[in-house]
């Protein structure tokens, strides 16, 4: 295990990856993924009539779309839930109907979810229906986010000590970074985060999304110091101009050319 400090230039911002980086993975896949399987079916019939859950079936039928055309001209997976009519009819008339003559439509979307999470996939239509039922978890008291020991103490100290700016950048959407970092087993961290930015930006191994972050921060992508547990996003992140730092804090491999650290306490700030 690396146990050197790791020293670069003091920034300006330090954007962070959630998973694997600031929390650990296995709660999100152990606790975030399964909640929503076993609250999906009861959270939308609960606010079916809702304009939140219309907004988010509108999206999940656009990306729903988008994938049967991709099945049509790719290899098909013969578990792709094609011919989903029901879900396709969803409109703002049926929102109004009894949730008793709209169980098909739910059962339908149902499975395209599941389909999608079994995929870990990360369209921004399903990120928003996740971080909405997670929502209801976190002000229910049920849900409680993990984040590693030396984290709120390190967002303390760059933010009021070092006075270097905080913002995320995650898969997951704004709304569930903001809900994670709201209710930690440490506190609401929400405080020290001075900007979110999701999937709308970009995917998060494509460089232009690291350049749409650094315009939106008004910043040089010199000025940012971006931590994350997985090099094809650091590859991204230094190719947009950004200082990237490996996460190994589960023993992953550590790749060339990226420094790397196995926690926060690690990095270390050269000051001018």
């Not at 008339?93 to 739910?106: D, L």
């Amino acid at each position: 295990m690396n146990t050197d400090a790791v020293w670069v230039g003091k920034p300006q911002l330090i954007l962070c990856d959630i998973e694997g980086t600031t929390t650990s993975i296995t709660f999100v896949k152990d606790v975030l993924f399964p909640y929503v399987r076993e609250h999906l079916r009861e959270y939308l019939r609960t606010t079916w009539t809702s304009s939140q859950t219309r907004e988010d079936i509108a999206c999940l039928w656009a990306q729903y779309s988008v994938d049967c055309q991709t099945a049509k001209t790719e290899t098909t997976d013969p578990q792709f839930p094609a011919g989903l009519s029901d879900f396709g009819h969803f409109s703002e008339e049926q929102t109004s109907a009894s949730t008793a003559n709209n169980e098909t439509t739910i059962e339908a979307i149902s499975s395209y979810v599941f389909w999608a999470m079994d995929r870990d996939r990360k369209t921004t239509a399903l990120k928003q229906l996740q971080g909405n039922i997670w929502r209801s978890g976190y002000q229910g008291g049920a849900l409680k986010a993990h984040v590693y020991d030396e984290v709120p103490a390190k967002f303390r100290q760059w933010t009021e000590v070092e006075q270097i700016r905080l913002a995320i950048y995650s898969s997951g959407s704004v709304l569930a970074q903001k809900l994670l970092f709201a209710h930690t087993l440490a506190g609401d961290l929400t405080q020290y985060i001075s900007a979110y930015f999701d999937t709308k930006v970009g995917a998060k191994q494509e460089t232009t999304s690291y350049e749409n972050i650094s315009a939106q921060l008004a910043l040089p992508p010199s000025a940012i110091l971006f931590l994350t547990d997985i090099a094809g996003e650091a590859r991204a992140a230094t190719e947009a101009g950004m200082t990237a730092i490996l996460l190994t804090r589960d023993g992953q491999q550590q790749h060339q050319p990226f420094q790397s650290v196995n926690n926060f306490e690690q990095i270390r700030f050269l000051h001018n």
